[in-house]
Every structure is written in structure tokens, then in C-alpha cells.
T-cell receptor, first 119, second 111 residues
Framework: DTAVSQTPKYLVTQMGNDKSIKCEQNLGHDTMYWYKQDSKKFLKIMFSYNNKELIINETVPNRFSPKSPDKAHLNLHINSLELGDSAVYFC??????????????????FGPGTRLTVL | DQQVKQNSPSLSVQEGRISILNCDYTNSMFDYFLWYKKYPAEGPTFLISISSIKDKNEDGRFTVFLNKSAKHLSLHIVPSQPGDSAVYFCAASAFGNQFYFGTGTSLTVIP
């Protein structure tokens, strides 16, 4: 009964490959996110989807494409992997976005992370 | 342009003492702040939050203080326990939109 799950937990691949990371939440939340935590431990948002619609798209390469088949899933597909893509990727979800100050609605629940290593 | 900063990468505290973790931010539009706790190989988990209309929020051993004029918040853990050893992230948002995270402070509570 994991709230936010990600697969795989570890991913080791060669440069130039295409890979996907899957994320699912069973909390009934409307909003899902992808974060990247780089080697400096900086947790930076990449994308956010609200009810399957893209609402935040930070400056990430076009090689990264999120896909949300339904509001419980937000998958991350990465084309032509590069060495600099090596990081831990976290998926998260929250009840709603844009409702600051309402306790519980903004709180993000994170998945366990996917450690991507590009060789 | 890091809008949320945690300048202490690590902190060691004796069990039973107070742990104080600090966080500074630059964006005066931030109105909601959270602290997350992260164990190795796990995702961050929500710990405590505070809205900008308050200057203090308490939940058991955890208290968050907000000083808006200084753009500073802190997390106090009293008394500290070995199970509190983890990385603590502060995060901030404006009007409930995207959150900006600090780089985390690794807390070690020594038994």
C-alpha cells in the first residue's frame, strides 16, 4: 500500500540509450511532480502535472519527456542519455497545487527515488 | 539562482540536546514553508510546515520558527533522538505553486 511508488529503484545504462522511469500514486492526488537531485544534493523541480495537464516545465532538455496517462501516473522518458543525467530522480504528488496555506493540500509526498547512472 | 539555502551541510548533536537547523530564502513572495526529513535510499517525508501568517508552529518535539523580516526559518528538535539522524530539507513556495528546496542539512544525533 505504498503511497508513491517508482520503478526501477536503480537504473544503470549506457550513454545514448533511451530509458523510462515510472511513477504511480494511490493517494487520489491531482498533482504530480518530477524532481532531480544532483551530485550537490540540490533537489530541483523538473515538471509538474495537474490532472494530466502539464503546469510546470522548468528548463530541462527536450530529451526529457513526461507522460501522464492518467492522474495517478506520471512517467519520465529520457532519450539519448548523457553522463550529466546521472542523478537521483524523485517523483512526488500533492493533493492540489496553488492552494497555499491550506494545510495538507500543498504537502508533497515523495517516492523512494530512482538512482540513474549513465556510463 | 538558489532561492532557498541551507548553509550548514551537516550538524552533530548529543542525544537529548536541542538540534537547530537553519534555512534562508531570498524570495519575499514565499508564503508557505515546509521541512522534510530524508533517510538514505528513501524519498523525503513531510515533517512540519508553517504559513507566513504565523511565526511559530509546533508539533511534538518539532518546532519551526519563521522570521519574515530576516527571511529565515529554523527547525528546532527537542530533545534530539538518534532516530532523528537524517537529512533535513527546507522548502518554500509562493501561492502554493512550485516548491523550491534547499540542499539539505545532514543531522547526526550521537547516543
Amino acid at each position: 500500500d505504498t503511497a508513491v511508488s517508482q520503478t526501477p529503484k536503480y537504473l544503470v545504462t549506457q550513454m545514448g540509450n533511451d530509458k523510462s522511469i515510472k511513477c504511480e500514486q494511490n493517494l487520489g492526488h491531482d498533482t504530480m511532480y518530477w524532481y532531480k537531485q544532483d551530485s550537490k544534493k540540490f533537489l530541483k523541480i523538473m515538471f509538474s502535472y495537474n490532472n494530466k495537464e502539464l503546469i510546470i516545465n522548468e528548463t530541462v532538455p527536450n530529451r526529457f519527456s513526461p507522460k501522464s496517462p492518467d492522474k495517478a501516473h506520471l512517467n519520465l522518458h529520457i532519450n539519448s542519455l548523457e553522463l550529466g543525467d546521472s542523478a537521483v530522480y524523485f517523483c512526488a504528488s500533492s493533493l492540489k497545487i496553488g492552494t497555499s496555506g491550506r494545510a495538507g493540500t500543498d504537502t508533497q509526498y515523495f517516492g523512494p527515488g530512482t538512482r540513474l547512472t549513465v556510463l | 539562482d538558489q532561492q532557498v539555502k541551507q548553509n550548514s551541510p551537516s550538524l552533530s548533536v548529543q542525544e537529548g540536546r536541542i538540534s537547530i537547523l537553519n534555512c534562508d530564502y531570498t524570495n519575499s513572495m514565499f508564503d508557505y514553508f515546509l521541512w522534510y526529513k530524508k533517510y538514505p535510499a528513501e524519498g523525503p517525508t513531510f515533517l512540519i510546515s508553517i504559513s507566513s501568517i504565523k511565526d511559530k508552529n509546533e508539533d511534538g518535539r518539532f518546532t519551526v520558527f519563521l522570521n519574515k523580516s530576516a527571511k529565515h526559518l529554523s527547525l528546532h528538535i527537542v530533545p534530539s533522538q538518534p532516530g532523528d539522524s537524517a537529512v533535513y530539507f527546507c522548502a518554500a513556495s509562493a501561492f502554493g505553486n512550485q516548491f523550491y528546496f534547499g540542499t539539505g542539512t545532514s543531522l547526526t544525533v550521537i547516543p
